[in-house]
């Protein structure tokens, strides 16, 4: 397995942050493991090893589901009231510099230059505590807890694979 296994590491991480490849990795076109089909057992052994596995092999891609939140941002800003409000422009901001900082470790990841792709994903992961910051003080609810929690587990499990490379 020697060198093989880590350009298959390199290319389960490019597929988590790249939206659309995914379920092409997983072999069976669902990309969930409990939706049908199995997994391909060298990605199901790698997400083996990532903090969240249940993550690692979904085909939402960390990319497409972080665009995803930051729609739900611009719908839940409709109907909540303005401090909360505010704290969503917060959170969008946040899920905005979250994508360029994926864009950032696709492109190092690209170079195979994992520790700018961590210091990258590190960011991402920051990002999603700074989204919950403003709820927290104000005391209420985060409208966007699901999306910040999936996103920063998806974000470890690319640091990770990150360092399997």
Request: with cysteine.
């Amino acid at each position: 397995m020697g060198q093989a296994y880590p350009r298959l590491v390199l290319l389960a991480l490019v597929a988590l942050l790249s939206a659309g490849l995914f379920p092409q990795a997983l072999g069976n076109g669902k990309g969930k493991v409990h939706g049908g089909g199995a997994v391909n057992p060298l990605v199901a052994g790698i997400c083996s090893r990532a903090p969240f596995p249940e993550v690692c092999t979904e085909v939402a891609a960390f990319a497409k589901r972080t665009a995803q939140a930051r729609k739900h941002v611009a719908v839940a800003a409709r109907t909540i009231p303005p401090p909360q409000a505010q704290a969503l422009r917060t959170c969008d901001t946040m899920y905005m510099n979250t994508q360029d900082a994926i864009g950032a470790a696709q492109r190092a990841i690209a170079f195979k230059d994992t520790g700018t792709a961590k210091i990258m994903l590190q960011l991402a992961v920051q990002d999603f505590d700074s989204c919950d910051r403003p709820f927290t003080h104000a005391g209420v609810p985060n409208p966007m807890g699901k999306f910040d929690k999936e996103l920063s587990q998806m974000a470890n499990n690319c640091m990770t694979l990150a360092n399997m490379i």
